[in-house]
């Protein structure tokens, strides 16, 4: 395989390309000559370093613990980062105050009172991100004529209030004002005087209808935002002026100053799914499952020749109305704890994450998939970095790998009087796994219409080659692809990537013939504030694309799908083929009700050039040499496997 070269600008300076995972941190490198070089380092290691991605890059560069970066050196980083994310499943951001319309205190406790779990006795609601409530006397209708007049001195005294008590962040949503903003503007001005130091309005975070969704995405935001600007300014200062870039959710980089909470939350997947999409299209293939497996959780995405984005998910109980990758996760990762409640194995949800790590770490942790892996012989220590120990240059710990599975097996033999070799447990938990992983794809793939045996799975994540072959046989899929960059894919495609600015308008209006130029006029004007944002970061004007898309839904229902913008006919023939394509079945009976408009503005991404070669006409080169042969527990038998380095493959 050739040394993959992109045709960007070689100018003589470093740029890095960084995914900040749960458990692992990952660095692709563009050396000055154009070459590039990968890191791998535990994303927690307070004892060795303070942030992974500032130490990656020192080590790259070679640079003592602890030295000043030579910024001069240094064209660009961009970074992928879970700081946001594990925020807001730890429930760790910045304390909130919540200000809406009076009347209104409890909407986003109530929310859609959705039962996921439609028989249990006892519903858990999510905890709230907001720790209080202010109501603002004053109203304005559906048609922005205000009913009541604002509140101005009753806001400004629950402002103060909830700011003398210690809270700095302020998350404002009033009654429809995603479109009539003037009451929201005003609130934000005086949270401002008052000293808040993270002011969000509902309008400016997620201008749609919806107020649930509207307010917890704002919320969000407010809530996110402190943790994420501390973090991306701690990168900066050690940075100097280098140009930094983050990844958003929707797949695209955007400077650091304009990194917003609601943008981080599939901040580092995204980058898997554009590396995913952008190697694997390279190499002739435009049927895609994306199948990214880190250490905390599993990654699915699919792709038939467009990315795929969702504009409202749930993350981690909290409602959030933003474009995101659809990107399906399930909590199977290397890294996913083994149980053995007496009568059953399971796999997860919980993790062991970087920190102790899995059993074989060498710091104490539980038995994983990774150790099922080291068992089973599939994970050689002599053939994986040495990074582990006190010291961070020791082996993977196989012999309390063993001594924890015959442990295992003695407590499983005393509980149900089976007696199972250590391999077949292993190999038991494997299969738990590999299920759970594989149910995750048909959920984005074969629940929704599509033919996964025509698609080829793209296999990338730290421990996704372990368990490629597995996932693809239970599906029936016949390829898969494993790119030199598998297990830094992620980060690879953060230097991929394009810049991105995302703009969305509300209109919930019938489509027909009279509504054709306000759509155009909007999307329009859409389009000119996302080519100043991304003009604004460099990128020229010829080299902007703008990807303009309508949000349709039937009258009644409230499931809208995005299609393309084009003329009347071309749009009500698009939704008519996504709905069939989706549901089974179209409605002529029903109005077509375009519930928004939204623009992607995209440009000054790096073109690759994957110089992947197809064959040899020297047959004697295809015959590569083993390295190594070791015994790994196959399909209920232990034959000597051959062990392949790399680098040493040829195609063929």
Known sequence: MAETVLASEVDGRWQFWVDRGGTFTDIVARRPDGSHTTHKLLSENPEHYADAALQGIRDLMRLPPGAAIPTERIASVKMGTTVGTNALLERKGERTLLVTTRGFRDALRIGY????????????LPELLYEQVIEVGGRVDAHGNEVAPLDVEGARRGLRAAFDDGIRGCAIVFIHGYRHTAH???????????GFTQVSTSHETSPLMKLVSRGDTTVVDAYLSPILRRYVDQVAAELGGTRLMFMQSSGGLTDARLFQGRD???SGPAGGVVGAVRTTSAAGFDRIIGFDMGGTSTDVSH???AFERAFETEVAGVRMRAPMMDIHTVAAGGGSILHFDGSRFRVGPDSA?????????????????????????????DFFPKVFGPNGD??????VVAERFAALADAVAEATGETK??????????????QNMANAIKKISIERGYDVTEYVLTCFGGAGGQHACLVADSLGMTQVLIHPYAGVLSAYGMGLADITAMRERAVEARLEDGLMAELSATLDTLAADGRAEVEGQGVGAGDIDVLRRVHLRYEGSDTALVVPHGTLAEIRAAFDAAHRQQF??????KAHIVEAVSVEVVGGGESIDDALETGRDDAADAEAAPIAQVAAYLAGETPQAPVFARDRLVPG
């Open 113 to 124: 009172q959705n039962r996921p779990k439609l028989f249990a006795l006892n519903i858990e």
């Open 264 to 266: 981080c939350i599939l």
């Open 394 to 399: 020791e082996a993977l710990d196989a012999a």
């Open 353 to 381: 994450g970087a920190n102790p790590g899995p059993a074989c770490y060498r710091r104490g942790g539980p038995l994983t998939v990774t150790d099922c892996n080291v068992m089973l012989g599939k994970l050689n220590p």
């Open 184 to 194: 929201e503007r005003r609130i934000a001005e005086l949270a401002r005087e008052t």
């Open 584 to 589: 089974g079945f179209t409605d002529d009976s």
């Open 303 to 305: 792709y038939a020749g």
């Open 421 to 434: 070799s250590v391999e077949e447990i292993a190999d038991g938990f494997l299969k738990i796994a590999v």
